[in-house]
């Protein structure tokens, strides 16, 4: 089993940058896929940012050139750096990994806010 815990959300100015992080409890080598979501009010939560094991990313068009997802290989914790942020990226975002079972865990969330 697989416990997740968010933080690094907060409010931001519009053009600033923030790195989000979700701990991870074990061991990463049981993960086939980690990713960041977000939520934005009303609206169904989507896909930010997808890593595999096997270091491939993805990125939604929208944060593509801005956003980056990272997991070092000697710390359990998943990264999200955000760049040049703007006031449509406001939402909660979400960690979610699976593991080797196809298992979805799933962080608390955490508010991202860019405003001026």
């Known amino acids: 089993q697989v416990q997740l815990v968010e933080s690094g959300g907060g409010l931001v100015q519009p053009g600033g940058s923030l790195r989000l992080s979700c701990a991870v409890s074990g061991s990463m080598s049981r993960l086939i896929l980690m990713a960041w979501y977000r939520q934005f009010p009303g609206k169904q939560r989507e896909s930010v940012a997808t890593?595999?094991?096997?270091?491939?990313?993805q990125y939604d068009t929208s944060v593509k050139g801005r956003f980056i997802i990272a997991r070092p290989n000697d710390e359990n914790t998943i990264y999200l750096q955000m760049n040049t942020l703007t006031p449509e990226d406001t939402a909660v975002y979400y960690c979610?990994?699976?593991?080797?079972?196809?298992?979805?865990?799933w962080g608390q969330g955490t508010q991202v806010t860019v405003s001026p």
């Open positions: 890593l595999t094991n096997g270091g491939r990313t």
């Open positions: 979610k990994v699976h593991d080797t079972d196809w298992r979805e865990y």
